[in-house]
């Protein structure tokens, strides 16, 4: 089994930064491709970025091109999303995600929920405005 698991949620104000990280447990190995997905109160939940274990082939949601950066050591089997210039719009619980299934298939894209084999619980981020 895997398991995932999100830390460094909290509250900053807008402008500010955090980081959050994923440790990932079981059978690593298993996993390609991570993903960050994040969830408002009353909205679906929306991809944010997406890293392949492999290539390290990157993706990441419009909204946060050039604020947010996803990063991955498979060493510590941790996943990193570095997030900058924090907006009030960018609060939401954040879900780490990863998936068995390649980068390239051409059935799964990387930035669908619906794709993705195991989940964290979440982290809360809070920005003010």
């Known amino acids: 089994q895997v398991q995932l698991v999100e830390s460094g949620g909290g509250l900053v104000q807008a402008g500010g930064s955090l980081r959050l990280s994923c440790v990932v447990s079981g059978r690593t190995s298993s996993i390609v491709v991570m993903a960050w997905f994040r969830q408002a109160p009353g909205r679906e939940r929306e991809f944010v970025a997406a890293i392949n274990r492999i290539d390290r082939g990157i993706d990441y949601a419009d909204s946060v091109k050039g604020r947010f950066t996803i990063s991955r050591d498979n060493a510590r089997n941790t996943v990193y999303l570095q997030m900058n210039s924090l907006k009030p719009e960018d609060t939401a619980v954040y879900f780490c995600?990863?998936?068995?299934?390649?980068?390239?298939?051409?059935?799964?894209?990387?930035?669908?929920?619906?794709?993705?084999?195991?989940w964290g619980q979440g982290a809360q981020v809070t920005v003010s405005s």
């Open positions: 995600a990863g998936r068995r299934s390649s980068w390239y298939d051409p059935s799964n894209n990387p930035s669908s929920a619906e794709g993705y084999d195991y």
